[in-house]
């Protein structure tokens, strides 16, 4: 049996993905399943959070997001039977590539998966629904009533908050990285109910000359955003690349907030100064960190992470949530889809075995 995994890179040369063979134990642990893999999503490899937390391996399994059906059960299992389909993440510390075509998994990292709902389309978002579920209800404590300003509404993540939002009535505004982007967050509409659109601006940000934080104001009659979730940001003023060019600069993320918000930020090394500090202070505002390993590092919430992965995959089956489709690789393209997911850190693919 084979499996994509990352050989970890030496000093500053690039991870380098490979195929290597494994074998699964002969015996079953009491609250183990073994799962037959029908599809896996791959997500970028997050090297430095592997070396915080001890799990520095010669070889790191790849694809972590899987979608597939029951084989078998161990002893004390309870939450499925053989022939279920199921879904989940793998933890951190798993030994399996997600693109084995059998894995062994405990059973409180999986969920039930409805019947209607594609194996590609939920190995290829589940992850991301899970973090705009913890982004808006774990950390910000979403609530009918409120505005959302969602940054690249249509990254796989930003869609997910979007949809989420809308469905529990919070008034969302988003940001646009290109013409394309800005006429398709425009048309965005619910698959069910009344047809209006669910974002109520789109601000564009890929001509240099946007002014975030004045057309935020003026959409908020100058009380800006209960919620802000970022895709980045940009901590100097000079610092305008290329790549930092479409982020904010995080004195007029702070600006946007209004009085108790909450800004959700993707960015790890975030660093504020004492002025920005004591504005968050005057606005009695919060900064959290979006941490979606937080629920399979840790088995202190487990309850609430089983209730979140059901809702979300029960959401997808439904059409209140709708990730945009992703084209399924065969798993002899799965190096060369990983490499380039890893390079491009907003991408996504997802392999169907």
Request: hydrophobic share 40%.
């Amino acid at each position: 049996m084979k499996g994509l995994y990352c050989r970890a890179a030496v000093s500053d040369a690039e991870p380098k993905f490979v195929i290597q063979e494994t074998t699964l134990s002969d015996v079953l642990g009491r609250h183990q399943v073994r799962v037959q893999v029908k599809a896996c999503g791959l997500s970028p490899l997050d090297f430095k959070l592997l070396s915080d937390i001890g799990l520095q391996r010669d070889l790191i399994p790849v694809g972590r997001e899987v979608a597939g059906v029951v084989l078998q059960v161990g002893s004390k299992v309870s939450l499925c039977q053989p022939e279920d389909e199921v879904v989940g993440i793998l933890p951190l510390d798993s030994p399996w590539s997600g693109l084995c075509d059998v894995i062994d998994v405990e059973e409180h990292y999986l969920v039930q998966k409805p019947e209607k709902l594609s194996s590609v389309c939920v190995a290829a978002s589940l992850r991301d629904g899970l973090c705009a579920y913890t982004a808006l209800h774990t950390i910000a404590h979403m609530a009918a009533g409120h505005t959302l300003l969602v940054m690249d509404g249509a990254s796989s993540l930003g869609l997910m908050c979007i949809q989420l939002a809308c469905y529990h009535g919070v008034k969302v505004l988003t940001t646009s990285n290109s013409p394309q982007e800005h006429t398709f967050l425009e048309e965005l509409r619910p698959s069910v109910g009344v047809q209006d659109p669910l974002v109520a601006r789109v601000i564009p940000v890929y001509n240099g000359s946007s002014d975030l934080l004045s057309q935020v104001l003026e959409e908020t009659g100058g009380l800006g955003v209960d919620i802000l979730v970022d895709a980045g940001v940009r901590l100097l003023e000079d610092d305008k690349t290329e790549e930092t060019l479409k982020l904010p600069h995080k004195h007029d993320i702070i600006s946007i907030l209004g009085v108790g918000g909450h800004w959700v930020t993707t960015h790890q090394a975030l660093q504020l100064d004492p002025p920005d500090c004591r504005i968050l202070h005057l606005k009695s505002a919060s900064v959290s960190f979006l941490n979606p390993e937080m629920w399979t590092a840790s088995s202190a919430l487990q309850g609430r992470y089983l209730h979140i992965l059901k809702d979300v995959v029960e959401k997808m089956s439904t059409g209140v949530l709708r990730p945009q489709p992703e084209e399924a690789v065969p798993l002899y393209q799965a190096t060369v889809a990983m490499e380039t997911v890893q390079c491009q850190q907003r991408k996504k693919a997802v392999v169907q075995l």
